[in-house]
């Protein structure tokens, strides 16, 4: 376990693909750990031998979520996913998406939320072309990233995360 380079990660998936394993590959920016996150990790792996997870470096996470995100610098994200049980391994990107990322590593599972439409998911039609799949997870009701945020600053005061 633990963070991987792209290359050392190619080699690893195609290793393991060689093996008839099943790999898994999700991302996000994983900003604020919460249950959502584990739920959705926990499907991840359940439907895969080895789940590997893209995670977007921190200035990643500042062109997708602004100049106050993110609020855990990508090494204690990285070491806080990497603690997860249903986590094998972490790549860090700092592309806006994990598009190259996902061509390069090639999973046979593709997984994101279901608050994504398949045609809307990074990456899918890449997955779909060399005979992977595509999952979407049932989402935990109000448990997303900027909800709890929000969730914060109405109880301690603030403005609000869009």
């Given amino acids: 376990m633990g963070v991987l380079e792209l290359q050392a990660a190619r080699e690893k998936v195609a290793t393991l693909q060689a093996r008839g394993k099943q790999v898994a590959f999700t991302n996000g920016c994983f900003d604020l750990l919460h249950c959502g996150h584990l739920h959705l990790l926990k499907e991840d792996k359940a439907r895969a031998d080895y789940l590997l997870v893209g995670l977007n470096s921190d200035s990643s996470v500042r062109r997708l979520k602004g100049n106050k995100r993110p609020l855990l610098p990508e090494q204690e994200r990285a070491e806080l996913l990497d603690a997860l049980e249903p986590v094998d391994d972490l790549v860090i990107f700092s592309e806006s998406t994990p ?64």
């Fill in 99 to 162: 598009l190259r990322l996902i061509e390069e590593i090639k999973p046979d599972l593709l997984v994101k939320g279901a608050d994504y439409q398949v045609d809307d998911i990074v990456g899918a039609s890449s997955v779909q072309a060399s005979g992977g799949r595509v999952y979407r997870v049932k989402l935990k009701e109000n448990s997303g990233t900027t909800e709890l945020i929000n969730k914060i600053i109405r109880l301690y005061g603030g403005e609000e995360d869009g």
